[in-house]
């Protein structure tokens, strides 16, 4: 059945849950959404890329707005096609694989693109494919790539799910692995062998007193993180093992560069007993992203949101556009934390909120 973009974000919302979009298998939405802003909309040029639909107007603004949002969902869990129902505490919701992340963002964006008469700025909408999964796979990357002037604009938006509230940019990743080495023994003449497992001790402490630094971007306040998420070693019940090591995640404030989060978990490391010993790897890494709120375009967001904004916790594709120098928000319906689950919803009283701070904002 064909989408509607007239119809009420909600109901647009419900219907392209229905439409089942597991990472790799968007072909069937993408069909569905080119088709609807092909024959319901007016003053868009739209292409088509892959299972990447995108389409933009030209008429001369001073300013672009950039409303990007992924199609894909994570493999579904008997919660397609969507279901409706009214609750005490949140009102009418909308569960389904997809309402939260994101396609109650992405229907605020198509109804947007065909309602709008005569927006203030000039807009491009960005649906993508490949989000949940590898960033090798990464529909906007391959925009990056292939089409790099449809990345172009004063700011971006990117409707990952928020709670209704802006979230200014993103902390930036990185995951080292550091590794001690030994010398094997028999458990019973312990004396004899160096336990890679106890090289580890000093750092794993010095990691647990570790204090995150706070810092302000834009009256956005950010919190580190420097977190042991893994650890490996061990040979047999009766050996003393001669290799271990930890995996370290880092989330930055996105006023640090990669090169300069590496650098901070090196010297943390050095400054742990034993840690002059030890090898650091790195086996990730991704930039934040700064809020960039001082943006004009950006501060005419925050003041249609009527000031309500925080920073963003966690990575998300608005750091693309930071590295091109564009100012990008995170702004959707939907709690972030019922993403992914079996139970994901949306109140509609949420998207309903995006719907008209977007339309005055664009309008």
């Known amino acids: 059945m064909p989408l509607d973009l007239?119809?009420?974000?909600?109901?647009?919302?419900?219907?392209?849950?229905?439409?089942?979009?597991?990472?790799?298998?968007?072909?069937?939405?993408?069909?569905?959404?080119?088709?609807?802003?092909?024959?319901?909309?007016?003053?868009?040029?739209i292409i088509r890329n892959g299972n990447r639909v995108l389409a933009r107007t030209s008429f001369g603004r001073v300013s672009r707005v950039i409303l990007a949002g992924h199609l894909d969902t994570v493999p579904i869990a008997g919660n397609v096609p969507h279901r409706r129902e009214t609750t005490a505490d949140e009102g009418d919701v909308i569960h389904g694989c997809g309402s939260v992340d994101m396609k109650s963002g992405d229907a605020v964006f198509l109804h947007l693109a065909a309602t709008l008469d005569n927006p203030r700025h000039d807009l491009t909408l960005i649906f993508y494919d490949c989000e949940e999964i590898a960033a090798e796979f990464n529909g906007l990357g391959v925009i990056e790539r292939e089409l790099p002037d449809w990345l172009l604009g004063d700011v971006a938006i990117l409707g990952e799910p928020t709670g209704g509230l802006i979230e200014a940019g993103c902390q930036g990743t990185l995951r080292v692995v550091v590794s001690a080495s030994g010398q094997r023994s028999h458990s019973a003449r312990a004396w004899m062998g160096d336990n890679a497992i106890h090289k580890l001790g000093g750092l794993l402490t010095t990691l647990s007193e570790y204090q995150p630094r706070r810092v302000d971007i834009d009256g956005c306040e950010y919190r580190e993180g420097l977190s042991a998420v893994g650890i490996t070693g061990g040979v047999?019940?009766?050996?003393?093992?001669?290799?271990?090591?930890?995996?370290?995640?880092?989330?930055?404030?996105?006023?640090?560069?990669?090169?300069?989060?590496?650098?901070?978990?090196?010297?943390?490391?050095a400054s742990a007993p034993g840690g002059q010993q030890l090898t650091v790897t790195v086996t990730d890494s991704a930039p934040g992203a700064l809020p960039g709120l001082a943006n004009p375009a950006a501060a005419e967001l925050v003041a249609a949101a009527d000031g309500n904004f925080r920073a963003k916790y966690g990575w998300t594709d608005v750091s693309r556009f930071s590295a091109l120098g564009i100012p990008a928000v995170n702004y959707g319906p939907g709690d972030p934390?019922?993403?992914?689950?079996?139970?994901?919803?949306?109140?509609?009283?949420?998207?309903?909120?995006?719907?008209?701070?977007?339309?005055?904002?664009?309008?």
């Open 337 to 363: 934390n019922l993403a992914h689950r079996v139970d994901e919803r949306v109140p509609v009283a949420q998207i309903d909120t995006v719907h008209q701070v977007l339309r005055d904002y664009l309008g």
């Open 6 to 45: 007239s119809a009420d974000p909600a109901q647009l919302t419900a219907a392209l849950i229905d439409i089942e979009s597991e990472s790799h298998e968007e072909a069937a939405i993408a069909d569905a959404v080119e088709e609807a802003l092909r024959t319901q909309t007016t003053g868009f040029e």
């Open 236 to 269: 047999a019940g009766n050996v003393i093992p001669d290799e271990a090591s930890v995996t370290i995640n880092f989330r930055f404030a996105p006023d640090r560069s990669v090169e300069q989060a590496t650098q901070h978990v090196r010297d943390v490391v």
